[in-house]
């Protein structure tokens, strides 16, 4: 198992007491989102084992876990049914959930997939990408999968869900894919979802990935992955409403948390915005973005709130992106309580990041980027303070940054790097650019904090 570093798990725990101790200064120590999916008591419960499941790490239990939630689907028990997975190493391929139940897992149990790529199953391209996300055609079907669900829990006592990504890592690297990489996990058209106190180690791709779902709780989950593994992005929202992400250790890849709408002409037509999610407590590294917006921001994005967030050994702390051929917008944006050591960017909001899907894209298609509220950041050796650069053709306003200290090493830049935004600035050390240095007016720091 992939493990945590002594000095990992020291700077996570001094960052969750600097946090908590700002929070509690704040009087919302113990703010949650998490009620807004109730978690259902399942009083009909049955066992892996009582399918044939064995977990000796060599077994695929495939059959057997399609049997259980087979039974789960059809029977219908009032309440719904729980699936509990014992201590031992399940071997499984992938696989669908469904409706009204809990997988459980024990201490000790881990849900692995198999590392046969040949076999494993296709499905369409969602709509709002038009393609898989890596390349043209198909996808691989995720790990653990779900489509037009409601009423679905994946929890248990830590245990752990191992991708064994390497494989697809290597495929990547190597540029013999043949299709987009699974997730971990997906659910698609779904509502009602909570994901707890979960270990998910490994993705092939990216982790969790709620797309066109409501009301989602990710809670007190680990999520793992080596820093050099090709976008193994931690939790990304991706066209969805009311998502409450809480309390999480994220240590991966890519970016941690990454809420996206869909790309380019194929997200712009779908025209399904990401709305009312909430980032709170995380901790976490990674080469690439701790809290990101984007770059696939076509169906919108909009009110979504971060905030008591510590980031160790970042490529960059909090990261705004988007393209031209994007469209949309991101607006409402709020982020505060921000900790990040050894870094190389504190702040980058960029209109310049991110691939297309094809040359049908349209380049005047620019997104509208307002209203993004950046608080209370406090930076140590990041090697450059921030950026900020919009596009051309549709300056990014309303950039508002405040109470924010970033401290760079011996060799770092103390300068902002802007052009084509507009925004305030009250207490920000280093002084910003000119372009973000306007008072008063209705873009005041002052009136938004």
Not at 46 to 72: C, H, K, Q
Not at 159 to 183: A, H, M, Y
Not at 411 to 431: F, H
Request: proline content about 5%.
């Amino acid at each position: 198992m992939w493990r945590l570093s002594v000095s990992t798990l020291l700077f996570s725990y001094l960052a969750v007491t600097l946090l908590s101790t700002s929070s509690s200064s704040l009087g919302d120590a113990e703010a949650t989102c998490s009620g807004i999916v109730p978690l259902q008591n399942r009083k009909d419960k049955i066992s892996i084992t009582d399918f044939g499941g064995v977990g000796d790490g060599r077994t695929v239990n495939t059959n057997a876990l399609r049997e259980a939630i087979y039974r789960i689907q059809h029977l219908k028990r009032r309440g719904g049914t729980l699936l509990y997975i014992p201590p031992g190493v399940f071997l499984t391929e992938s696989f669908n959930l469904t409706s009204h139940m809990t997988l459980f897992l024990a201490k000790g149990a881990v849900l692995k997939a198999v590392q046969d790529t040949g076999n494993w199953p296709l499905i369409d391209p969602l709509p709002s990408y038009g393609r898989g996300r890596e390349l043209p055609g198909a996808r691989y079907m995720s790990f653990i999968h779900g489509d037009g669900l409601r009423d679905v829990v994946i929890t248990g006592e830590n245990g752990t869900i191992d991708g064994q990504g390497e494989v697809w890592w290597n495929l990547w690297r190597s540029r013999t894919l043949k299709f987009t990489r699974p997730n971990l996990i997906e659910l698609k058209n779904s509502k009602e979802i909570i994901i707890s106190n979960v270990v998910f180690q490994d993705s092939p791709f990216w982790n969790i990935h709620p797309v066109y779902c409501s009301d989602v709780v990710i809670h007190h989950v680990t999520i793992l992955a080596p820093q050099d593994s090709p976008n193994t992005d931690g939790i990304d929202p991706d066209s969805s409403s009311n998502v409450c992400i809480e309390d999480s250790y994220i240590s991966t890849g890519d970016d941690l948390v990454a809420v996206k709408s869909g790309w380019d002409e194929y997200g712009i037509a779908f025209g399904r915005p990401s709305s009312n999610i909430t980032i709170r407590r995380i901790t976490g590294s990674t080469p690439f973005a701790g809290i990101a917006i984007g770059s696939e921001t076509s169906g919108g994005i909009k009110n979504v709130v971060a905030e008591h967030i510590s980031l160790s050994n970042m490529g960059v702390g909090v990261n705004i992106k988007t393209n031209i051929g994007r469209g949309g917008y991101i607006k409402n944006i709020k982020i505060s309580n921000v900790y990040v050591e050894n870094a190389r960017y504190g702040i980058k909001i960029a209109g310049d990041t991110g691939d297309h899907p094809d040359a049908n894209y349209n380049p005047n298609a620019l997104p509208v980027v307002k209203g993004i509220h950046i608080s209370n950041v406090w930076g140590v050796n990041v090697r450059n303070a921030g950026s900020a650069q919009g596009l051309k053709g549709s300056p990014f306003t309303g950039i508002c940054l405040s109470e924010i200290n970033i401290h760079g090493s011996f060799n770092s830049d103390r300068s902002w790097k802007c052009s084509d935004v507009i925004g305030t600035s009250l207490k920000v050390s280093p002084w910003p650019c000119s372009e973000l240095r306007t008072t008063g007016g209705s873009y005041s720091c002052s009136s938004t904090f």
